[in-house]
T-cell receptor
Framework: DTEVTQTPKHLVMGMTNKKSLKCEQHMGHRAMYWYKQKAKKPPELMFVYSYEKLSINESVPSRFSPECPNSSLLNLHLHALQPEDSALYLC???????????????FGSGTRLTVV | QKEVEQNSGPLSVPEGAIASLNCTYSDRGSQSFFWYRQYSGKSPELIMSIYSNGDKEDGRFTAQLNKASQYVSLLIRDSQPSDSATYLCAVILNTDKLIFGTGTRLQVFP
């Protein structure tokens, strides 16, 4: 299995809703990441998890709450989002964080989020 | 100065030609360099990684790295219309963060 699976593929939520994005990989990778990508922009790093511990939070607003329940799963809990949070949310994994000659990050297909 | 810079394009090349994509980075401590391809509405797909100075070839793709000049490039030989996409240069900085350039849009016309 060489895939990163993200669910749901599309999500429309109101500003008062609570929802969660899910990400799963079975490649034995011990680093997982959340990126946010707005239209016609590159992906921007949000969070880094290494061995299920949060290692980097790129000053992301608290309305985004990551969780890594085990080495295969990564969640992103969403609460009280704003319309400007609408974007493609990408999950990625790699063998190790700080692995300078590793095999790069494998990205999931993303969740396209629309906040109304 | 941006951490990873690319020309946004579009770069237009005829089918069968060589497409040359360039990227510069600012962090001299960077060790790992990647090229991703992203089709419209899809997620990035890793096509090349390079860690040492010089060239690395994989099929029609060649990545080139020059750490002294802080420069990475990607050559695509025998370009095909299916290669039309945005190509993202990505660098793992000394802070261990994978950062993307703005991407170069490549158009291959028949």
């Amino acid at each position: 299995d060489t895939e990163v699976t993200q669910t749901p593929k599309h999500l429309v939520m109101g500003m008062t809703n609570k929802k969660s994005l899910k990400c799963e990989q079975h490649m034995g990778h011990r680093a997982m990441y959340w990126y946010k990508q707005k239209a016609k922009k590159p992906p921007e790093l949000m969070f880094v998890y290494s061995y299920e511990k949060l290692s980097i939070n790129e000053s992301v607003p608290s309305r985004f709450s990551p969780e890594c329940p085990n080495s295969s799963l990564l969640n992103l809990h969403l609460h009280a989002l704003q319309p400007e949070d609408s974007a493609l949310y990408l999950c990625a994994s790699s063998q190790r964080w700080r692995d300078r000659d590793g095999n790069g990050y494998t990205f999931g297909s993303g969740t396209r989020l629309t906040v109304v | 100065q941006k951490e990873v810079e690319q020309n946004s394009g579009p770069l237009s090349v005829p089918e069968g030609a060589i497409a040359s994509l360039n990227c510069t980075y600012s962090d001299r401590g960077s060790q790992s360099f990647f090229w991703y391809r992203q089709y419209s509405g899809k997620s990035p797909e890793l096509i090349m990684s390079i860690y040492s100075n010089g060239d690395k070839e994989d099929g029609r793709f060649t990545a080139q790295l020059n750490k002294a000049s802080q420069y990475v490039s990607l050559l695509i030989r025998d370009s095909q219309p299916s290669d039309s996409a945005t190509y993202l240069c990505a660098v793992i900085l000394n802070t261990d963060k994978l950062i993307f350039g703005t991407g170069t849009r490549l158009q291959v016309f028949p």
